[in-house]
Protein backbone atom coordinates (compact mmCIF):
# COMPACT_ATOMS: atom_id res chain seq x y z
CA UNK A 1 0.00 0.00 0.00
CA UNK A 2 2.80 2.36 0.93
CA UNK A 3 3.91 2.29 -2.66
CA UNK A 4 0.58 3.21 -4.48
CA UNK A 5 0.53 6.35 -2.36
CA UNK A 6 3.97 7.16 -2.51
CA UNK A 7 3.21 6.96 -6.59
CA UNK A 8 0.00 8.94 -5.94
CA UNK A 9 1.99 11.33 -3.57
CA UNK A 10 4.62 11.63 -6.69
CA UNK A 11 1.70 12.46 -8.95
CA UNK A 12 -0.09 14.69 -7.22
CA UNK A 13 3.00 16.88 -6.33
CA UNK A 14 3.78 16.77 -10.86
CA UNK A 15 0.17 17.91 -10.98
CA UNK A 16 0.05 20.96 -8.39
CA UNK A 17 1.51 23.24 -10.83
CA UNK A 18 -0.62 22.18 -14.41
CA UNK A 19 -3.53 24.63 -15.54
CA UNK A 20 -6.53 24.33 -12.77
CA UNK A 21 -8.61 24.57 -15.60
CA UNK A 22 -7.62 20.61 -16.63
CA UNK A 23 -6.10 19.57 -13.31
CA UNK A 24 -8.44 18.62 -10.89
CA UNK A 25 -5.38 18.87 -8.22
CA UNK A 26 -3.97 22.13 -9.21
CA UNK A 27 -7.30 23.48 -8.44
CA UNK A 28 -6.94 22.52 -5.27
CA UNK A 29 -3.22 24.00 -4.79
CA UNK A 30 -4.87 27.24 -6.07
CA UNK A 31 -7.68 27.04 -3.39
CA UNK A 32 -5.20 26.96 -0.81
CA UNK A 33 -5.55 24.39 2.20
CA UNK A 34 -8.36 25.91 3.42
CA UNK A 35 -10.41 24.38 0.36
CA UNK A 36 -7.88 21.07 0.51
CA UNK A 37 -9.22 20.37 3.86
CA UNK A 38 -12.17 20.72 3.45
CA UNK A 39 -12.69 18.52 0.47
CA UNK A 40 -10.98 15.95 2.42
CA UNK A 41 -13.67 16.64 5.36
CA UNK A 42 -16.45 15.62 2.90
CA UNK A 43 -15.00 12.63 1.46
CA UNK A 44 -14.39 11.43 5.02
CA UNK A 45 -18.06 11.81 5.80
CA UNK A 46 -19.02 9.92 2.93
CA UNK A 47 -17.14 6.83 3.47
CA UNK A 48 -18.99 7.15 6.95
CA UNK A 49 -22.43 7.74 5.45
CA UNK A 50 -21.47 5.11 3.25
CA UNK A 51 -20.48 2.30 5.79
CA UNK A 52 -23.38 3.08 8.12
CA UNK A 53 -25.85 2.50 5.11
CA UNK A 54 -23.98 -0.92 4.50
CA UNK A 55 -22.81 0.02 0.88
CA UNK A 56 -19.36 -1.70 0.55
CA UNK A 57 -18.74 -0.90 -2.84
CA UNK A 58 -19.36 3.13 -2.02
CA UNK A 59 -16.97 2.78 0.72
CA UNK A 60 -13.87 1.05 -1.48
CA UNK A 61 -14.68 4.95 -4.10
CA UNK A 62 -14.95 7.25 -1.60
CA UNK A 63 -12.17 6.02 0.02
CA UNK A 64 -9.98 6.14 -2.93
CA UNK A 65 -11.62 10.05 -2.58
CA UNK A 66 -10.47 10.36 0.70
CA UNK A 67 -6.75 9.11 0.00
CA UNK A 68 -6.36 11.16 -2.62
CA UNK A 69 -7.67 14.06 -0.91
CA UNK A 70 -5.35 13.53 2.00
CA UNK A 71 -2.14 12.87 -0.31
CA UNK A 72 -3.22 16.56 -2.08
CA UNK A 73 -3.48 17.77 1.68
CA UNK A 74 -0.11 15.96 2.85
CA UNK A 75 2.07 17.59 -0.38
CA UNK A 76 0.66 21.35 0.68
CA UNK A 77 1.72 21.26 4.25
CA UNK A 78 5.10 19.03 3.20
CA UNK A 79 4.52 16.28 4.96
CA UNK A 80 5.58 12.79 2.74
CA UNK A 81 4.18 9.46 2.95
CA UNK A 82 6.93 8.30 4.46
CA UNK A 83 6.70 10.82 7.49
CA UNK A 84 3.26 9.36 8.09
CA UNK A 85 4.47 5.40 7.71
CA UNK A 86 7.41 6.26 10.49
CA UNK A 87 5.08 7.40 12.61
CA UNK A 88 2.44 4.44 12.55
CA UNK A 89 5.93 2.22 13.10
CA UNK A 90 6.51 4.11 16.10
CA UNK A 91 3.28 4.04 17.22
CA UNK A 92 3.31 0.13 16.73
CA UNK A 93 6.60 -0.11 18.76
CA UNK A 94 4.75 1.86 21.88
CA UNK A 95 1.38 -0.14 21.50
CA UNK A 96 0.83 -2.14 18.42
CA UNK A 97 -0.70 -1.51 15.10
CA UNK A 98 -4.18 -1.52 15.88
CA UNK A 99 -3.78 1.11 19.06
CA UNK A 100 -3.84 4.88 18.32
CA UNK A 101 -2.57 6.89 20.47
CA UNK A 102 -3.86 8.38 23.75
CA UNK A 103 -5.09 11.62 23.10
CA UNK A 104 -3.28 12.90 26.62
CA UNK A 105 -1.15 11.86 28.52
CA UNK A 106 -3.79 11.24 31.18
CA UNK A 107 -4.31 7.64 31.63
CA UNK A 108 -8.23 6.60 32.75
CA UNK A 109 -9.01 4.68 35.75
CA UNK A 110 -9.06 0.22 34.27
CA UNK A 111 -13.17 0.87 34.97
CA UNK A 112 -13.49 3.83 32.66
CA UNK A 113 -12.77 1.39 29.80
CA UNK A 114 -15.09 -1.70 30.22
CA UNK A 115 -17.89 -1.03 28.22
CA UNK A 116 -20.63 -0.12 30.58
CA UNK A 117 -19.38 2.83 31.57
CA UNK A 118 -17.93 4.03 27.77
CA UNK A 119 -20.39 6.66 26.27
CA UNK A 120 -22.40 5.21 23.31
CA UNK A 121 -22.20 7.16 19.62
CA UNK A 122 -25.98 7.34 19.11
CA UNK A 123 -25.72 10.07 16.13
CA UNK A 124 -24.57 7.21 12.98
CA UNK A 125 -26.87 4.00 14.99
CA UNK A 126 -30.02 3.08 13.20
CA UNK A 127 -30.63 6.16 10.79
CA UNK A 128 -29.99 6.22 7.29
CA UNK A 129 -28.08 8.38 5.66
CA UNK A 130 -27.76 10.35 2.24
CA UNK A 131 -24.97 12.00 0.18
CA UNK A 132 -25.38 15.43 -0.78
CA UNK A 133 -24.14 16.05 -4.39
Known amino acids: MSDSLERLYQAVIAAKDLDPATSRTAKLFQRGPS?????????AIEVVIDAVNGKPEAVVRESA?????????????GVRPEDVWREMERREHLLGIAEKMPKSTVKLPKEADTPATRRRIVALEGRTYRKRH
Do not use: G, I, P, S
Open 65 to 77: DLLYNLTVLWAAA
Open 35 to 43: RMAKKLAEE
